[in-house]
């Protein structure tokens, strides 16, 4: 896989914008899809819908827990009971800080478990090190 693609699930506008200006900040990745709720991240992934005839093929996924319509969880375990996306890494990126999500989200086979931090320079900052780890230090499985 060349083109490195990150596929951003998430709803809120702020968030969304705070983590384009950092993904954009340090341009590793060729190209950003954003998607903003649980059915177009699916729709993305299987190909289907908008999506049928352009199905993404992301270096990682980055998902927010609470989306509307089908949360992070259920997307989270979608992606991996299908065969053809089960392998992609997955790191959950949200601001819920429950023990409970995060014990579920690990269950359900998320790559990594990051809270969102408040601050855009510390957010900035990871952001940056999701990026250079997932897009230039990880090698990703054979699709």
């Given at each position: 896989m060349?083109?490195?693609c990150?596929?951003l699930?998430?709803d809120n506008?702020?968030?969304?914008?705070l983590?384009?200006?950092?993904l954009?900040k340090h341009s590793l990745?060729d190209e950003?899809?954003?998607?903003?709720?649980?059915?177009e991240?699916?729709?993305?992934?299987?190909?289907?819908?908008?999506y049928?005839?352009?199905?993404i093929?992301?270096t990682?996924?980055?998902?927010?827990?609470k989306l509307?319509?089908?949360?992070?969880l259920?997307?989270l375990?979608s992606?991996?009971?299908?065969?053809?996306?089960k392998?992609?890494?997955?790191v959950?990126l949200?601001?819920?800080s429950?023990?409970e999500?995060k014990?579920?989200?690990?269950s359900?086979?998320?790559?990594?478990y990051?809270?969102?931090?408040v601050?855009?320079v510390e957010f900035?900052?990871v952001v940056?090190?999701?990026?250079?780890?997932w897009l230039e230090?990880?090698?990703?499985a054979?699709?």
């Amino acid at each position: 896989m060349n083109n490195k693609c990150i596929l951003l699930v998430e709803d809120n506008q702020d968030d969304l914008d705070l983590t384009l200006r950092a993904l954009r900040k340090h341009s590793l990745a060729d190209e950003i899809v954003v998607v903003r709720d649980g059915p177009e991240a699916l729709d993305a992934l299987f190909g289907a819908g908008q999506y049928a005839d352009n199905m993404i093929v992301p270096t990682v996924i980055l998902l927010d827990l609470k989306l509307p319509k089908i949360d992070g969880l259920e997307v989270l375990q979608s992606i991996r009971n299908n065969e053809r996306t089960k392998l992609f890494p997955v790191v959950i990126l949200t601001s819920s800080s429950e023990e409970e999500d995060k014990v579920k989200g690990y269950s359900l086979g998320a790559n990594s478990y990051i809270r969102k931090p408040v601050d855009f320079v510390e957010f900035a900052d990871v952001v940056l090190q999701l990026q250079r780890y997932w897009l230039e230090l990880n090698d990703v499985a054979p699709s």
